[in-house]
């Protein structure tokens, strides 16, 4: 049976690809989180549900797809978590297994960093949640991860937590042999991908992996 697959659209900077077009037509469910809803619009889909505290949302816009049907979850807009937060945990709760980000990055400084930390809550690791960019992908490794490219694109493995030990790698030019990462060391930074397939496994910690694709 295939995973229950959820693409959620954050407010940040977006940019189409083919690659991301492909993927998002794999998904059983589409969720605007707020202003994000520009991009799903820009991208001619209809969302299942518009989530979050409306504060930069087009009214205009949000009125339109309330009157075609479309489901509205707002939330207050004093509250201790993101929108996108509450969208993840919203969207897990649905059962969703596979999830899509797209609109994480950009913007903000502070939005991205806080995007990117928040996938190390103990309550989503270990759930595939990848950020979705033009050029890459973004997400946390499993303690055996592998990594689907093509030769030439540019896999980073980065500590969040303060050490990653045991990392070993396959299909990577700079083999890891069981070696540490650790958070101030730019060690597994730029590596390259000799196969289509890559591996990486690694003892305990938090491992996030960006992988730039070549074309």
């Known amino acids: 049976m295939s995973e229950k697959t959820v693409t959620l659209f954050a407010n940040g900077e977006f940019e189409k690809s083919q690659r991301i077009i492909k993927t998002i037509s794999q998904s059983d469910f589409i969720v605007a989180i707020d202003g994000g809803l520009q991009h799903v619009i820009k991208l001619g889909l209809t969302p299942n549900i518009i989530i979050g505290d409306l504060d930069s949302i087009d009214q205009l816009d949000l009125a339109t797809f309330q009157e075609n049907g479309i489901d509205v979850k707002q939330f207050p807009a004093q509250k201790d978590e993101t929108d996108l937060e509450l969208a993840i945990q919203y969207v897990l709760d649905l059962g969703f297994e596979r999830i899509f980000l797209c609109g994480a990055t950009g913007g903000r ?24 960019t033009d050029k890459s992908e973004i997400f946390y490794c499993s303690n055996n991860q592998q990594i689907v490219g093509s030769h030439g694109d540019i896999v980073s493995l980065i500590p969040i937590s303060e050490k990653v030990p045991g990392v070993s790698t396959n299909g990577l030019e700079y083999k890891l042999n069981d070696e540490e990462l650790t958070r101030w060391s730019s060690r597994g930074i730029s590596n390259v991908m000799i196969d289509d397939i890559a591996q990486v ?7 996030l992996c960006v992988h730039t694709f070549k074309v």
Do not use: A, Q
């Open 201 to 207: 496994k690694f003892e305990s910690g938090s491992l």
């Open 109 to 132: 400084t502070d939005h991205f960093l806080g995007n990117l930390l928040l996938f190390s809550n103990p309550n989503f690791i270990g759930k595939k949640i990848t950020i979705l």
